[in-house]
């Protein structure tokens, strides 16, 4: 007589999901010393080497050793998260505005850790826990949104940083998204790169293989920072490529409008997609 088996027991968990569960439990077991250590020892170092007597100082190549430092400490926070950077491109040597697509908060901390800029970044950054405060110590730019004021205060800023040789970096889509697409960019940010007379270099973030993980490391529908940040410490390990387009020089593009339209097609362009919609 033939019987039929038994049903699988619900309750218990599939073998891949278990599996999976496992594997990032293993991954939390060596990352969070890593974290730790990190925070706790490396960075202490790090802002103790952060003084008025080497924030003059520069490397045989002549970059700043303050700046090679920062980068150094940047690269070392993608590998706790099991970031392998990768590189393509040239960044622009001299003042600049980098512009690049946004997906999480981790864009700052790549770039970073290629090339020394102060950012852009919305006020509520301040506010989140360890991040807000490195922010701050990277010469950020905080904007509230929303607000004119300071936005007209944001632009002040760039203008004088980007005339006094020093690089901007910024986010032109105003802020993150799913990862599925690169969004408008906003033309105003670019009128302090043509009133500095200083080049646009579009830098295209890419995580994972041909930026096949661009959803796993943008925010997921209400999701906070600290989870994001909690979510990704226990994600796998995958590549994350920063890279470095062609500059577009004073005078390549008419405008800031035309400036912010180029920018983004060659960003677009990196990853493999549709231009889309037009700078806002």
């Given at each position: 007589m033939n019987r039929t088996p038994p049903p699988p027991d619900a309750a218990a968990p599939a073998p891949a999901a278990s599996r999976t569960v496992q594997a990032r439990a293993v991954r939390y077991a060596y990352r969070v010393p890593m974290l730790l250590w990190h925070l706790l020892v490396d960075l202490p170092l790090l802002l103790l080497a952060l003084n008025p007597l080497t924030g003059g100082l520069r490397l045989a190549g002549g970059e700043r050793l303050d700046h090679r430092l920062i980068r150094a400490w940047s690269a070392g926070l993608m590998r706790v998260f099991g970031f392998r950077l990768r590189r393509s491109g040239t960044p622009v040597p001299a003042a600049a505005l980098f512009v690049a697509n946004h997906v999480s908060w981790v864009d700052i901390?790549?770039?970073?850790?290629?090339?020394?800029?102060?950012?852009?970044?919305?006020?509520?950054?301040?506010?989140?826990?360890?991040?807000?405060?490195?922010?701050?110590?990277?010469?950020?730019?905080?904007?509230?949104r929303g607000s004119q004021e300071s936005l007209g205060g944001v632009l002040h800023e760039m203008l004088a940083r980007l005339r006094g040789g020093h690089s901007v970096g910024v986010f032109p889509e105003g802020r993150t998204r799913d990862g599925r697409s690169v969004g408008p960019f906003h033309a105003r940010i670019f009128l302090a790169a043509v009133e500095a007379g200083v080049a646009v270099q579009p830098v295209a973030l890419r995580y994972g293989d041909r930026a096949s993980a661009q959803t796993v490391v943008a925010f997921h529908p209400g999701e906070s920072f600290l989870g994001n940040f909690l979510r990704l410490l226990g994600e796998p390990a995958r590549s994350a490529e920063v890279a470095f387009l062609a500059p577009i020089a004073p005078g390549d593009a008419d405008g800031r409008r035309r400036i912010a339209e180029v920018a983004r097609q060659r960003i677009v362009a990196a990853m493999g997609g549709d231009p889309g919609p037009p700078a806002a």
């Open positions: 901390v790549a770039l970073h850790s290629q090339r020394m800029m102060g950012f852009v970044a919305k006020k509520e950054i301040s506010r989140w826990p360890l991040v807000g405060w490195l922010a701050s110590r990277g010469e950020t730019i905080f904007h509230q």
